[in-house]
């Protein structure tokens, strides 16, 4: 079934660095656009491609594998319509469905997925309905909320707990000093990359500004620091440790990343408490995540399994069943202070065994609902990590989150994700009314350098050790290896702060306030937004973000939750104004449309309504930006 190739290229299209007259720092701006196929960005233009066109296509391609049920078969047709259609490099296209035929097209001949819903997905409901991810709610407590007591800043001279946060790593095996950073590749910087022209410059020893991922000798590097520079109270690591060669992995190779990495931090971290999440890239194939009802060769027992027991000695035996389970966990980390680690996986629009069934996978969403509420009556603080942050989730799984740290803003503490690889957060604000901040999810910038960035991570210091701490995030700080410098130098590297929160920003405290106002001091002062984009991007950017990219981003900030356009309704124009809608002019304008008003924007004509109330269409040519 050609679905195949919809969910395997659109794994290696999310990795991968598309000319399309918009800056690679831009690549963010299709954050929020709706569900999973339509996050799939091309090489080629889809303007052929009509509803009616798709529908015979998708039916006829449904009725041969109903009368062909051999997967090799499929993989192989799938293989050479991505060829024709130059998705990508031939070797590529063979070995990404090859990788993905087996679970790709398991969940879809369970998930019962018709042409004409396939097809709605990709043209929107002017070409069919869809109902292929399902509306459900958890079940909160009947306890009332307790009362919300505002925040007060803690006393200067009490004590503070540092925390050392990690986040996709990503380290490259088969990295190469001098090969290509420039090819045809989603990955370069790789042994098989081409050989560096005489006209460029060839991959750095510490790392490049390319779509490149890390040496391990980088990341050795990194921990070394690390070692010398604490102490750490403890350390967050939210995942994604393998590399971006999402066409050409096997669970062997990841096990061995993950046990690599894993065996690094306690070489050089020693006896530190570690913390982990489960990131997207650790499974292979990327993204595939089943749920626990799925068993046998598809399910994920053999990396749950494995990370049980490479972790435990980070985590108590209860948490090691629920990872064993789920991949998620809590633990008890202070007294006062519960751990949860969410396996963010289980709400990602791009895990396609989501299309089986989406309704709160592995009952995780309900579980963190019961270790909350366990907190609330114990008066625990509790921290919440994982690796997808919740804005960029499936609507339905998000909202759901959304209202659970409504009803519990007084026992969460703070939220730590990663995923992005940029520097930036996420609001919540009080469901009813939208305007009162409740709790800001933490998203800190990567270690690896993909794509065209510096290497980096973060540091939190939370209210400490005392009765009565609020453990609330009081500052951070970020640090980076400037690559420019690094790469000039054989042997000694510097690791250098980029900036402290607190000081760059000029903020008094880092309550959900503080960010809130940031946010609107972003959109009135350009010159305060710019340095934020400077800083989101690790130091390493080439043009600045304006007009529809400054407005996403900010958008991207207030949104918590994933596709609410009420959150951003005075920052953007979003589908109906008084005065009307401008017509999207060219792409960044048409991610930014899209995004806000639900509408696809996959190879189909996007309508948005001008003055007058006039329909207009505009043909998408099918170029794409990059995300993570």
């Not at 590529?92 to 997925?113: G, P, Q, R, Y």
């Not at 050089?268 to 890239?281: D, Q, R, S």
């Not at 609410?564 to 002019?585: F, H, S, Y």
Request: overall charge negative; aromatic content about 10%; proline content about 6%.
């Amino acid at each position: 079934m050609f679905i195949t190739i919809i969910f395997g290229l659109l794994v290696l299209c999310q990795h991968t660095s598309f000319v399309t007259g918009i800056p690679v720092a831009e690549r963010d701006l299709n954050r929020n656009l709706g569900h999973v196929v339509l996050e799939m960005k091309q090489h080629f233009t889809w303007r052929n491609m009509t509803c009616p066109l798709c529908k015979t296509a998708f039916g006829i391609l449904n009725i041969a594998m109903q009368i062909e049920k051999n997967k090799d078969y499929v993989a192989s047709l799938s293989a050479k319509i991505c060829v024709w259609l130059h998705f990508e490099e031939p070797n590529i296209c063979t070995k990404i469905t090859e990788l993905f035929k087996e679970d790709v097209i398991a969940a879809v001949m369970d998930s019962v997925l018709r042409p004409s819903e396939i097809c709605a997905v990709l043209f929107g409901e002017q070409c069919g309905h869809f109902d292929i991810f399902s509306e459900w709610n958890i079940t909160l407590p009947r306890t009332p909320k307790p009362p919300v007591i505002p925040p007060v800043p803690p006393n200067p001279s009490a004590p503070r707990s540092r925390i050392l946060f990690l986040t996709d790593v990503h380290w490259d095996r088969d990295y190469a000093e001098g090969s290509s950073i420039d090819c045809k590749e989603p990955l370069c910087c790789r042994s098989d990359s081409s050989p560096a022209h005489h006209h460029q410059t060839g991959a750095g020893r510490w790392g490049s500004y390319s779509k490149c991922d890390l040496p391990l000798h980088t990341v050795e590097n990194l921990l070394q620091h690390l070692a010398a520079t604490g102490p750490w109270d403890w350390v967050y690591w939210t995942g994604d440790i393998p590399a971006h060669n999402v066409w050409d992995q096997t669970r062997d190779q990841q096990l061995l990343e993950i046990k690599t990495i894993s065996k690094l931090i306690r070489k050089y971290l020693g006896n530190l408490p570690v913390y982990p999440a489960v990131g997207n890239h650790e499974s292979a194939p990327v993204n595939s995540f089943p749920p626990p009802f799925i068993i046998g060769n598809h399910s994920s027992s053999w990396l749950y399994n494995a990370i049980a027991d490479e972790w435990a000695v980070w985590l108590a035996p209860e948490a090691q069943k629920t990872i064993r389970w789920g991949g998620f966990y809590t633990m008890q980390i202070r007294p006062d202070l519960r751990l949860v680690s969410l396996n963010m996986n289980f709400c990602a629009k791009e895990n396609f065994w989501l299309l089986v069934n989406d309704t709160d996978p592995a009952g995780q969403l309900q579980w963190l609902i019961g270790v909350l509420q366990q907190s609330e009556m114990k008066g625990e603080k509790v921290h919440i990590i994982g690796h997808i942050p919740p804005g960029l989730c499936l609507k339905t799984w998000s909202w759901n989150y959304y209202k659970i740290v409504n009803r519990f803003e007084s026992t969460i503490a703070s939220q730590f994700f990663g995923h992005t690889h940029l520097d930036e957060f996420q609001m919540f604000y009080d469901e009813e009314t939208l305007t009162r901040p409740v709790s800001v999810a933490f998203i800190a910038p990567s270690v690896t350098t993909f794509i065209n960035l510096n290497p980096g991570y973060r540091v939190y210091e939370i209210d400490g050790d005392y009765p009565g701490s609020s453990r609330i995030v009081v500052d951070h700080e970020t640090y980076i290896l400037n690559l420019t410098e690094a790469n000039m130098e054989s042997t000694s590297i510097h690791w250098k702060r980029l900036y402290n929160a607190r000081e760059n920003y000029e903020l008094k405290t880092l309550f959900p306030s503080d960010w809130d106002n940031l946010i609107r001091t972003f959109q009135k002062n350009d010159s305060v937004f710019q340095n934020f984009w400077h800083l989101y991007h690790k130091g390493h950017i080439s043009e600045p973000c304006q007009n529809a990219c400054k407005a996403t981003v900010l958008c991207s900030l207030r949104s918590g939750r994933s596709g609410d356009p009420q959150l951003c309704l005075d920052m953007l124009p979003v589908c109906k104004v008084q005065d009307g809608l401008r017509e999207a002019t060219n792409f960044e304008s048409l991610l930014t449309l899209s995004s806000i008003c639900g509408i696809p924007w996959f190879g189909v004509l996007v309508r948005v309504t001008a003055k007058g109330g006039e329909d207009k269409m505009m043909v998408e040519p099918g170029n794409g930006g990059t995300v993570y």
